[in-house]
């Protein structure tokens, strides 16, 4: 809910049928025109978006979560519009992530979603730096195996009483509408280890191996550190993966799409976007840690 309305002062970043930025600029010059600027804009987006929080509120209910992982496109513009929130990022293994995707029906391991694995990643671990000190950092690691430090420490941050039973009845909770995962939600009925080594078969074949080796180059000893990894232990893992040839010919195939493909996304995405680079040198191996 809240992307459109942050991108209402964005120039890049919107196709539409009207001009954008010709919207952008007009709106600058109300704004402009405004006692506060646009903090005064700022204002009235957060105060319409509790208000729309609010009319699913229940008596009993003390937060409202709103998630979804183009956030990580407008993170910084959340922390501004709540600087009362709670703010939870919870890191999971990079290559498990990576592996997830692929595996996500209509996903293929072909480039698609660079912009969750690459840019929304990176942006991720910047906002946490800067933001440590009113946010509270989980592995998904510990969460799914039920670590009661990892829940203890969630609990208390949000100034709540764990529950135990609630690792249990999450199962019970029906969301509406069609975003979500329903393939989780159908695949595990209770916490489950499972996820932790889910990605091995994924990422077994000599292509995808040697990409996901790249990918955590790219990422970078420091940064999987913020993120509470080891380097050295997630290639050890990685490297230690018996061979499988299964996959192989698709990959290769979806690869040469992308060769194909990959320069004609990254000039239509140049003419909306900033400082986005095309994922055709992490795709093809070149080695990068920004």
């Not at 009661?148 to 100034?159: G, N, Q, S």
């Not at 979806?254 to 060769?259: G, I």
Request: charged share 25%; hydrophobic share 40%.
């Amino acid at each position: 809910m809240l992307i459109p309305l942050v991108y209402a002062l964005r120039k890049q970043g919107v196709y539409a049928e009207y001009e954008h930025g010709t919207m952008v600029k007009a709106m600058e010059d109300f704004c402009a025109e405004l006692p506060g600027g646009q903090k005064d804009f700022q204002a009235e987006i957060r105060r319409l978006v509790m208000r729309l929080y609010e009319y699913r509120f229940e008596p009993q209910h003390r937060y409202f979560l709103d998630k979804t992982p183009p956030y990580f496109l407008i993170v910084d513009e959340i922390f501004e519009l709540f600087p009362d929130a709670k703010f939870i990022f919870l890191w999971r293994n990079p290559l498990a992530v990576a592996a997830s995707l692929a595996d996500w029906p209509q996903g293929n391991w072909g480039g698609l979603y660079r912009e969750n694995l690459f840019f929304g990643l990176a942006n991720l671990i910047s906002a946490y730096r800067r933001n440590a000190h009113r946010a509270c950092a989980v592995r998904f690691e510990d969460y799914v195996t039920g670590d009661a430090k990892t829940w203890d420490r969630v609990m208390a941050y949000l100034e709540l009483q764990f529950r135990p039973e609630s690792l249990s009845r999450f199962i019970d909770v029906r969301l509406g509408g069609r975003m979500g995962d329903k393939h989780g939600v159908n695949l595990y009925q209770t916490l489950s280890p499972e996820p932790l080594t889910k990605w091995h078969s994924t990422l077994a074949n000599p292509l995808r191996k040697e990409a996901a080796r790249r990918y955590l180059s790219w990422i970078g000893r420091e940064r999987l550190a913020v993120m509470g990894y080891d380097a050295d232990e997630l290639y050890a893992e990685l490297n230690s993966l018996p061979l499988e040839m299964s996959g192989v010919a698709s990959d290769a195939i979806n690869l040469a799409k992308v060769l194909v493909t990959e320069p004609l996304h990254f000039r239509a995405r140049s003419r909306i976007k900033v400082g986005r680079p095309s994922s055709l040198r992490y795709i093809l191996g070149a080695r990068r840690n920004v």
